[in-house]
């Protein structure tokens, strides 16, 4: 089965080539792109938060499969890089910007929960995991990708990811699914309070 995606946010290519030019390699796989759409589409009216925007990419996705009552915040530490995500998709109401230290929005956050959270940044993931989950509304869905180890990461790198996914894999909240497909990815799902035993 061919699993390259059919269709694409209309602003897609274009932020390649601003990501091309910029040389900014971390853009989410478009593979990875069509699940956040699906994952969007699935929550009508969904509060959806980013963790690392990037040029916009994966906000792009996540955009295209969102209704017009859905809303998502979107946070990067990068204003330089993030520029870019505002110059194309700022115009659509639904998103918020925020140019922030994910890991010090995370800690300072006082709002409602979210119905889907991708973390694509360090924070959220590596450091601030029990804060990100923590906003993970029930029932909600917590995405996280990169995962499939790479020849140019850090030596210490492979060891953080696996401690990552045995403190998702033992969470008692979450039902988490590891997908060998794409960059490497988990989807974590929030049960409801009292909805499973291990």
Do not use: N
């Amino acid at each position: 089965m061919d699993d390259t995606p059919r269709s694409a946010p209309t602003a897609l290519l274009r932020l390649r080539v601003a990501a091309s030019a910029a040389d900014f390699t971390r853009s989410c796989d478009a593979r990875t792109g069509s699940l956040l759409a699906a994952l969007a589409a699935a929550r009508p009216a969904g509060r959806v938060l980013e963790l690392g925007t990037g040029v916009g990419e994966g906000t792009a996705w996540l955009l295209s499969g969102m209704d017009r009552a859905a809303r998502l915040t979107t946070v990067e530490l990068d204003a330089g890089v993030q520029a870019t995500a505002r110059e194309e998709l700022s115009a659509d109401p639904r998103v918020t910007f925020v140019t922030a230290d994910a890991g010090r929005w995370l800690e300072e956050y006082s709002g409602d929960p979210f119905d889907l959270v991708f973390a694509d940044t360090w924070p959220g993931k590596f450091t601030h995991l029990e804060r990100a989950l923590d906003l993970v509304a029930p029932g909600g869905t917590y995405l996280i990708d990169d995962l499939t180890p790479q020849p140019d990461w850090p030596e210490s790198h492979a060891a953080a990811v696996t401690r990552l996914l045995a403190e998702l894999d033992a969470h008692p909240d979450f039902r988490s699914v590891r997908l060998a497909w794409s960059s490497g990815l988990v989807i974590a799902v929030r049960g409801a309070p009292g909805g499973h035993e291990r």
